[in-house]
């Protein structure tokens, strides 16, 4: 019975451990919407600041932690346009993945590498703005970051999920291996991003200890 449900749904090596679709239908509806909400109040207050250049946005708190300073800068508008618009248009497809895949659906693997290629571009895009703000700026929006974390959630997820579904060529036993520690790959990896802000900013920390 194992074997016939496993060869119907097509989906993983039967020896190896796997993501299931709960998972990882979870994480894309979940990450999507946050990161949807994300860049929408970014939006938000974009459009106040562009209204208003005295108006002061709700995640500019502290030096250090503040919005304002970085939406007036030349990296929040990358393409010519606010960047949060390219999470608008973006996060709700992955949502929406997310939300079909919990239903059952069975998506086309050029759907996946359509996937795989824009997270690619997510993640990518999201440490270049992690490096500006910084090395450059000198300064973090906390809404920009949730939507960092998300990335780099989403990112993870649907690269392991492409791989362990053959989407992507990789060695069983690399793919394997992966899949064991899934949890273990984003929070290193949010960890280390995490010490490297804790070390920019030490001087700053320092003072409010």
Avoid at 12 to 33: F, K, N, Q, S, Y
Avoid at 75 to 81: C, N, S
Avoid at 167 to 176: E, G, K, M, S, V
Avoid at 180 to 204: C, E, K, M
Wanted: overall charge positive; hydrophobic content about 50%; charged content about 10%.
């Amino acid at each position: 019975m194992t074997q016939t449900l496993a060869g119907q749904a097509g989906t993983h090596h039967d020896a190896g451990p796997a993501l299931t679709d709960r998972i990882v239908g979870w994480t894309l509806t979940i990450g999507g919407l946050i990161g949807a909400l994300a860049a929408f109040v970014l939006t938000v207050e974009k459009i106040a600041l562009l209204k208003d250049p005295a108006y002061t946005p709700t995640c500019s708190i502290s030096p250090i932690l503040s919005c304002g300073s970085i939406m007036t800068t030349g990296q929040a508008e990358v393409f010519g346009f606010p960047n949060p618009l390219i999470g608008l248009a973006t996060f709700p497809v992955v949502a929406a993945t997310g939300a079909a895949v919990l239903a059952g659906g069975r998506l086309p693997r050029w759907w996946w590498l359509a996937l795989q290629a824009g997270t690619v571009f997510g993640v990518g895009f999201v440490h270049w703005l992690f490096f500006q703000s910084l090395y450059r700026i000198g300064a973090l929006c906390p809404y920009c970051m949730v939507v960092w974390v998300a990335m780099i959630v989403l990112f993870t997820y649907t690269t392991l999920y492409n791989l362990d579904r053959g989407h992507l060529p990789a060695p069983r036993r690399l793919t394997d291996t992966l899949l064991r520690v899934h949890s273990a790959i984003p929070t290193t990896w949010l960890l280390i991003l995490t010490a490297l802000v804790g070390v920019r900013f030490w001087d700053y920390w320092r003072t409010l200890l």
